[in-house]
């Protein structure tokens, strides 16, 4: 009998489309066979353990600027509490100066995060700026591997006005790729900001009233009306809102390809938490912000409905001590983003399978395979079957751990999800058939990781 290079042998294999009792062989970094009895050289038993496939988390900001600050985790460190919490590939974002082209950007965040990373990553481009010169960039740019582009609805220096989104969907849409939106309006979120500073409301208590959800639900709206106009299939990021879901909900109802992201702040936690004592609240805001809890379970039953299709982190962290203090004396200036890299995987398997919303397999179909089929990297990522990069997660569903902000890696010094029981856990972490990292020890060296060109993608494949 062969004997394969590695064996998981008698664990549980979880994938988006079934789980079964069986051995997994790895060859040169690969799957090579799925089956009964396998051998190999060496041999890791993952009995009473789940085999997944690596996480992806389609959405992160390491080593950002933001205004005075940067986010605090760099590629490093982000990618290795990434890595410790089951997951394999990032897909970060490119964020061009203006007048800076497109190929040049990318060029340098790639060479920023080539010697940095420990993990696989990919990149999502960002278009702020329609002018001929980017737009004729854009097969250039899917060459080089980036398939989606994020565009914003609000934010100046980011922002596109609804004539820019037009052409831009027809040009994105005539090349074969994705748009993502970060949906909010800006006018209703500058007027309700500016009422609030006029009433004199400078804490983060404010924060969650200055970003209304009919500001996201009004841009969803929209963003996915002007796209149905153009045919373009669109992806919206952290939808936070049950009038978020219900107008993604209308355009797959009116037969558009478009998609949705939501994030673990937004199923776990509630706009209760601005109000915290001591500026605490601060921790918590992040755009768009935390919510109620009727928006928590609408989320819950849209990701187990498939209405939305991926939850991702929105990962940008500030340091409470040194950065998110800059707005202490008003919130505006609070730096906006939350860490979440390394708890994703764990907190959806507590609250998401053992709670009940979604099955095993659906968790992992969010969490690993969906992410990889939007984004172009599926069946190289994001599945287990034989020819897919062995990226491979040992989850332990019996350790039961409280989760707390020393148990991180992430470089930063709090976690919004202090306290929470978890049941179950990431142990064991593969990358391309390598140990990655194990019980919370890295054993890779930075430069490990690689890019990851994106295919288009085949929403006619989708499962
Ligand atoms: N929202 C945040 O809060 N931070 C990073 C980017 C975003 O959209
Ligand atoms: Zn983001």
Redesign the pocket.
């Known amino acids: 009998m062969t004997a394969f290079d590695l064996v998981i042998q008698n664990g549980k294999i979880v994938t988006a489309g079934e789980t079964l009792d069986a051995d997994l062989a790895i060859q040169g970094g690969k799957i090579q066979a799925i089956g009964k009895n396998l051998s190999g050289h060496k041999v890791l038993n993952a009995a009473g353990l789940l085999v997944l496939p690596g996480a992806i988390d389609p959405h992160v ?1 390491l080593q ?1 600027p ?1 205004g005075a600050t940067t ?1 605090s985790d760099n590629w490093q460190t982000g990618t290795t509490a990434a890595a410790l919490g089951g997951t394999t590939t990032v897909i970060d974002f490119i964020e061009p100066l203006e007048n800076q082209s497109l190929i040049e950007a990318f060029e340098e965040r790639k060479a920023q995060a080539d010697s940095q990373v420990v993990i696989d990553y990919a990149l999502h481009m960002t278009l702020s700026s329609i002018i001929p010169e980017r737009m004729a960039e854009l097969p250039e740019v899917i060459r080089a591997g980036m398939t989606s582009f994020k565009t914003y609805t609000t934010y100046d220096g980011l922002k596109l006005t609804d004539e820019a989104f037009l052409k831009m969907f027809r040009r994105v849409s005539e090349t074969g790729g994705l748009v993502m939106v ?1 949906a909010e309006n800006d006018a209703m979120c500058g007027f309700a900001t500016r009422e609030l500073l006029a009433q004199g409301q400078y804490g983060p208590e404010a924060h969650p009233r200055s970003r209304p959800a009919s500001a996201e639900s009004e841009a969803i709206e929209r963003v996915l009306a002007m796209a149905g106009l153009t045919g373009t299939p669109t992806y919206i ?2 939808i936070s809102t049950a009038q978020g879901v219900a107008a993604l909900s209308r355009a797959q109802a009116r037969g558009q390809l478009a998609f949705g992201e939501t994030c673990p702040q937004y199923l776990l936690l509630t706009d209760r938490e601005y109000s915290r004592p001591d500026f605490e609240g601060a921790k918590f ?4 912000p935390l919510r109620k809890e009727t928006d928590n379970a609408f989320l819950w039953d849209a990701l187990s409905q498939n209405t939305i299709q991926t939850i991702g982190t ?1 990962h ?1 962290p500030f340091f409470f001590k040194g950065q998110k203090d800059l707005g202490k004396d008003c919130f505006t200036h609070i730096p ?3 860490p979440g890299i390394e708890s994703r995987l764990a907190l959806m398997y507590t609250y998401g399978v053992v709670s009940g919303k979604l099955t095993l397999n659906q968790w992992v179909d969010r969490c690993c395979t969906k992410p990889a089929e939007l984004f172009g990297l599926y069946p190289q990522k994001g599945t287990l079957m034989p020819g897919a990069d062995a990226d491979i997660v040992l989850f332990d569903p019996h350790q039961e751990r409280v989760l707390s902000h020393q148990i991180l890696h992430e470089n930063v010094d709090y976690t919004p999800y202090e306290g929470l029981v978890l049941k179950g856990y990431p142990i064991t972490t593969l990358l391309r058939g390598e140990l990655l990292a194990e019980k919370g020890v890295m054993y890779a060296e930075p430069g490990n990781g690689k890019y990851l060109k994106c295919n288009l993608p085949r929403f006619e494949q989708l499962s």
Do not use: E, F, L
Not at 285 to 288: G, I, L
């Open positions: 900001h950002m933001a986010s970060h990021v952290h805001v992040c755009a768009p929105d940008c906006g983003g939350i």
